[in-house]
């Protein structure tokens, strides 16, 4: 076990870890910029440090070198990233790792594979889950209009990040150029990386999750699936587990690939992998994602 534990979080999210730390005995830091000097994550933990410059609170809890600077200095063993901010950061969990620190959560390769998701759909084509027909990522509009003999529609859709950003629906072939170009400046903006690529899209598809749980010893298994298909603008606003009116054969197939996926690339701490079902049955492989959102049965 842990002796000291940094929180690279805040809110409630910090206060669960500090939570968990402290039931298995291990002591707990917190980092907090001048806007959460007030708030309770900081009073939580046994000790807190302040991070970053007035006026840039995000920015703060994105800042790699500080982070780990901060868990060298007060002696910390392991640095645990929460969900978001620096949760899928493969540069954090590389920093962590030099600096002889333990990143609770995934390795720096995994993170930059699954990080990437034309690299996740190579990955899980490789393992045998079915995958969505795709051209190669390039941030070149004249290549990527090259690979267009997909089916229509097509989704254009950013390598890097998530959220819906850098993606657009393209229905017809004269309307391909204009969201490449599109999809390409949102995600240079967002993400600092304009590479994209096309997917096949699916039509009226439900979007199914499934919660993975793995050590370092190669033991993993799943807890079961949600479904996630109410969105906004690609982004989920309602999540419902387990997923309803999923045929029991279907699930636990789509349960079994998400695990194979995982071993295949060893994947280690909790993660979510995601599929897309369409009307017929017919399910592929879309990305994985490190954090978790644990499902209830």
Do not use: W
Not at 113 to 121: D, F, H, I, Q, S
């Amino acid at each position: 076990m842990f002796d000291k534990i940094l929180v690279a979080n805040r809110g409630e999210i910090a206060v669960r870890a500090f939570r968990a730390a402290c039931e298995l005995g291990a002591r707990t830091v917190a980092v907090y910029p001048h806007e959460d000097r007030n708030s309770v994550h900081r009073l939580k933990a046994d000790e807190a440090y302040q991070i970053g410059v007035p006026g840039q609170p995000v920015r703060a809890y994105l800042s790699v070198d500080e982070i780990v600077g901060i868990a060298r200095r007060c002696g910390a063993d392991a640095i645990y990233p929460g969900y978001g901010f620096l949760s899928e950061n493969s540069v954090l969990a590389r920093s962590s790792a030099e600096a002889g620190i333990t990143f609770i959560g995934p390795t720096s390769d995994v993170l930059e594979l699954t990080g990437n998701k034309a690299r996740a759909v190579a990955a899980a084509r490789d393992a045998g889950l079915p995958v969505l027909a795709s051209s190669a990522p390039s941030s070149d509009v004249d290549e990527l209009l090259a690979a267009a003999p997909l089916q229509f529609p097509v989704f254009v859709k950013a390598v890097a990040g998530g959220g819906g950003r850098g993606m657009r629906y393209v229905a017809k072939p004269a309307d391909l150029a204009d969201a490449v170009r599109a999809a390409s400046r949102e995600a240079e903006s967002a993400f600092g990386d304009p590479t994209v690529f096309l997917e096949q899209a699916v039509i009226n598809p439900r979007h199914i999750e499934v919660q993975i749980l793995a050590d370092t010893v190669g033991n993993t298994t799943h807890l079961y699936e949600r479904d996630c298909s109410v969105q906004r603008r690609h982004q989920k606003v309602v999540e419902i587990a387990p997923a309803p009116n999923l045929d029991p054969e279907l699930r636990d197939r789509i349960c079994a690939d998400a695990v194979a996926f995982a071993r295949h690339i060893g994947y280690t701490c909790a993660g979510t992998v995601e599929f897309l079902l369409d009307d017929s049955g017919r399910y592929v492989f879309i990305e994985m994602n490190r954090g978790s959102r644990f499902n209830t049965r």
